[in-house]
C-alpha cells in the first residue's frame, strides 16, 4: 500500500499555506497522537510542543482560566489544540475533521459529499470506547485523585472493560469492516485509508499497551480479524512505520493509556 | 429573541428535501434530546422513534448485531441515528454538525468559513463534561450493572463531579461567553445562537433534574451569570418554549439525567 493512495487534498497546492502547530503536552503520546499520525502519514509539515522548549508552558497559557481566546476563536478547554494561522481550535475529533479534508484523509466533497459524516462518526466511536473510557479504567472515581486512591473501583471498571465493553467496541469495528460501506473490508470506509483507520490504529496501539493479556487473546481469538489486519496495515504504512520507529514517537507512561498489571487479565 | 435570528441555512429552497427522521430510545430525552431541539428551534419538520408505533423496534434493529449497513453507510453502533435520504448517520455530535449548515445553526461558510469547527468544538466540550460524565456519576463501573450493584462508587464519583468537574466546565462556558470571539456574551459564539447553544441549554436543563441541589447553589452564587442567562433565553424562544409545553418533550427518567437524592449533594 503506497502512502500516496490518500483522497485528493481539498487544496493541494502547498504555497502560502501558513504552517500546522499542534500543541500537547509533551512528554506522552495521549491524544495529540491521533494528530500527529494523521500529519505523519500524509507527510505534512507541523511543530509540536512535545519537541519544543517549554512545551508544557505553551499548552497551559491556552488552558489557563485567564484566557478569554481572541476575536476569531473560544479559549480550548484542554489540549490537543490546533492553530493554523488565524485559527486556533481544539478537541481531537474536531481538529481531525479540520484536517480531513486538507490532508486528503476523507472522500473530497466532489466524490462523495457525505462522506466526511461517515468518517467522523467511525472516529468518535473509536475515540468513546477505545480510548476515553480506556482512561476512565484507571481514573473511574476522579481525574483529580491519584491511581492508588481509585484503585478497588479501578479493578472493578477494568474488569467490566475487558469483559464487556472491548469485545463490544472490537466486534463493532469487525462490523464495520464486514459491510458494503467499507468497500471491501481493509479500511473502515469507502476502500481507502482516512483518519478514522488512523485512530482506530491509536487507540489500538495504546490498548496492546495497557492491557497486553486481555489484547492478545482477543486479537488470536480469530472474532476480530479484520480489525487486527487493519492495524497492520497501517503500522506497515511507509511514513508511519518511519514515524514510529523515530524519536517523534513518544513512549507510553501516565497517559490515557497506562500499564498496570492488576488491571489487565492474568 | 425572533426565531428567525438563525445564520443562513445553507439550502434555503425546501423542495424536494427528503424529511429527516430521528431514530431514538422512546421514553426518555437522552442525546437524542439535542438532535430534537436542533429540530424545533428551527421549525424543521422531523419524524421521531419516541412517538412511532414499535419506535423501540426501530432502533433495535439498526444496532443489531447482525446489520452490516448498506452500500453507503457503516452500521451505528448506537443511537440517535439520523436518516435523511439514502443518509444514515450515527454520534451526537455528528448529527449535529450535519443539521448546523442544513438548519441554519451554525455561520454558512460565506460567512465564516472555519465558524463550524469552533461551534463544533463547544458542542463536543459541553456534551463530553456536561452528559457523558453525568452519565458515569450513576454508573461509573458499568453501564451493564444496576445502579444498586455500584451505589459506593457512584456517591465517590458524584461528589467529585459536583465539587471539581461541574464547576470546572460551567467556569469554561463563562469564559466562553466572556470571550470576545462569543460577541457579546449572550451565545457563545458569533452573537447569533448556533447548535452549541442548545447543546448547552440541554445540558444544563438534565443537570437541574440530577443534581437540582447542586446547581440551585452553583446558580445563586453568580459565578456563572451568563452560562445561567444563556440557559432562560434559550428556554424563552418561542420555538423551545412552545415544545417544552408539548407532548413532544419527553420527561426525564431512567436515561442519561437520573435524580438519585443521594446522589445530589444535601
Known amino acids: 500500500m503506497a502512502s500516496s493512495q490518500h483522497h485528493q487534498p481539498s487544496s493541494p497546492g502547498q504555497k502560502d499555506v501558513p504552517p ?9 503520546p ?39 481566546g481572541d476575536a476569531l476563536n473560544p479559549p480550548p478547554l484542554a489540549p490537543p489544540i490546533l492553530q493554523h494561522g488565524p485559527l486556533l481550535i481544539s478537541q481531537t475529533p474536531n481538529i481531525l475533521l479540520y484536517l480531513g479534508p486538507r490532508l486528503g484523509l476523507v ?4 466524490e462523495d459529499a457525505s462522506g466526511v459524516y461517515r468518517v467522523n462518526e467511525l472516529a468518535l466511536t473509536a475515540l468513546d470506547g477505545l480510548s476515553n ?8 472515581v476522579s481525574t483529580g485523585l491519584y491511581y492508588e486512591d481509585q ?26 469492516l464486514s459491510g458494503e460501506a467499507s468497500r471491501g473490508g481493509t479500511w473502515l470506509y ?20 495497557a492491557f497486553p493479556n486481555a ?50 487479565e492474568p
Chains 1, 2 share one sequence.
Not at 500546522?20 to 506522552?28: A, D
Not at 479501578?154 to 472493560?161: E, G, L, T
Request: one cysteine or more; charged letters at 25%.
Open 30 to 68: 495521549g491524544r495529540g497522537e491521533h494528530i500527529r499520525l494523521a500529519f505523519e502519514e500524509t507527510s505534512t509539515p507541523y511543530t509540536d510542543s512535545a519537541h519544543v522548549e517549554d512545551g508544557m508552558g505553551l499548552v497551559t497559557s491556552q488552558i489557563s482560566a485567564n484566557n478569554l
Open 133 to 140: 473510557e480506556v482512561h476512565d479504567c484507571h481514573h473511574p
Open 107 to 110: 472522500p473530497s466533497v466532489e
Open 190 to 209: 469507502g476502500g481507502v485509508l482516512t483518519y478514522a483507520d488512523l485512530v482506530l490504529f491509536q487507540c489500538l496501539d495504546g490498548l496492546g499497551f
Open 151 to 176: 484503585k478497588a473501583e479501578a479493578q472493578r471498571k477494568s474488569q467490566d472493560y475487558i469483559k464487556n465493553r472491548l469485545p463490544k467496541f472490537l466486534a463493532y469495528f469487525e462490523r464495520v
Open 215 to 264: 489484547l492478545s487473546r482477543l486479537a488470536k481469538g480469530g472474532d476480530y480479524a479484520k480489525v487486527f489486519a487493519l492495524y497492520e496495515n497501517v503500522q506497515q504504512r511507509p511514513n508511519i512505520k518511519k514515524y514510529l520507529a523515530s524519536g517523534r514517537r513518544q513512549q507510553y507512561g501516565m497517559g490515557i493509556y497506562r500499564h498496570y498489571p492488576e488491571l489487565d
Open 20 to 28: 500546522y502547530e499542534l500543541l500537547y503536552w509533551p512528554g506522552i
